[in-house]
């Protein structure tokens, strides 16, 4: 079966990071042989930027008021079993056409869904900057639940010499190596402790006060995750269901304090899992 992999690309321009993409992609390529490899250059796409109007956080991402591109670019998320962020570096921080994006997906933060899908992330530099906007792609697709490969920074100024040019192709060849491992041998990861007690806290609130109208609290419920010891079947050691045990209880403390000092009729509001 195919595997679907689909790198959203950040840059205004066919540049150094785009370059860089087809280089990861042909080099992905020799190690997957059906593969179907898209990137989606979002500077051709109409995304709207956030309103803060909280309405894919409290009602759903349905009733978002932009009526744009962004949906369509979701379901090509959905529909992938790899995902790569790429960016050139401008101003220590991702494009503000890839953030616009990001923004938009702030629900996915409250929502995790891509527990089976793997991720990675290809950042282009002048100088310095790169190796920190990678840690921040990957963090935020740990909290979307993607499978996170470890991704690359790379200094791109030209003119450049044969010997940069070798350096830069071996590394992405290093990421493209890890990328295909995780692709297609997905292995059964052990939540972090930092993730385990996102997820504890956030479901425990959730279920210590429960609110139909909050379709957070609809997500966990249909999930079964009021249940479960983590978004997916995982064995944890003692000591992780320990701590998960003794967060259990502190968030539900918390959200019935909070709660009860709430005006009354008030619905109640939970910790989420990120903002």
């Given amino acids: 079966m195919a595997k679907k992999v689909v790198a959203f690309l950040g840059s205004p321009r066919k540049g150094e990071t785009f370059s860089a993409l087809k280089v990861f992609e042909s080099k992905l390529r020799e190690r997957v042989k059906d593969l179907d490899f898209e990137i989606v250059h979002l500077r051709e796409f109409r995304v709207e930027s956030c309103r803060g109007c909280f309405l894919c956080l409290t009602k759903g991402e349905e009733l978002c008021p932009h009526k744009d591109d ?26 503000g056409t890839l953030k616009i994006f990001l923004d938009r997906c702030a629900h996915i933060f ?11 992330a290809i950042v282009t530099q002048g ?7 990678v840690k921040y792609l990957e963090t935020v697709a740990r909290y979307w639940g993607f499978g996170v490969v470890k991704g690359v920074g790379l200094t791109t100024l030209t003119p450049r010499t044969a010997a940069e040019d070798a350096q830069i192709e071996k590394r992405i060849a290093s990421v493209a190596d890890r990328f ?11 939540p972090s402790w930092f993730m385990l007690a ?45 701590f998960g045990a003794a967060l259990d209880r502190f968030a539900t403390k918390q959200a019935l304090k909070r709660h009860a000092a709430l005006p009354r009729g008030t619905p109640p509001h939970h910790f989420p899992a990120a903002q």
């Avoid at 959905?78 to 962020?85: I, L, S, W």
């Avoid at 295909?180 to 052990?190: E, G, N, V």
Wanted: glycine share 4%.
């Fill in 127 to 133: 100088v310095i900057g790169a190796g920190d906007i």
């Fill in 180 to 190: 295909h491992r995780a692709l297609t041998h997905p292995a059964q990861r052990k």
């Fill in 70 to 95: 962004f949906t369509s670019l979701v379901r090509n998320m959905n529909e992938a079993d790899g995902v790569v962020f790429a960016t050139p570096n401008y101003s220590l921080q991702v494009t």
């Fill in 110 to 120: 409250h929502r995790p869904r891509y527990f089976e899908k793997a991720f990675t």
């Fill in 198 to 242: 996102i997820f504890r806290l956030s479901r425990s609130s959730h279920a210590a006060v429960p609110n139909e109208e909050s379709c957070d609290y609809r997500y966990f419920r249909d999930k079964g995750w009021f249940e479960s010891e983590y978004y997916y079947p995982v064995r944890l050691s003692v000591f992780r269901r320990w």
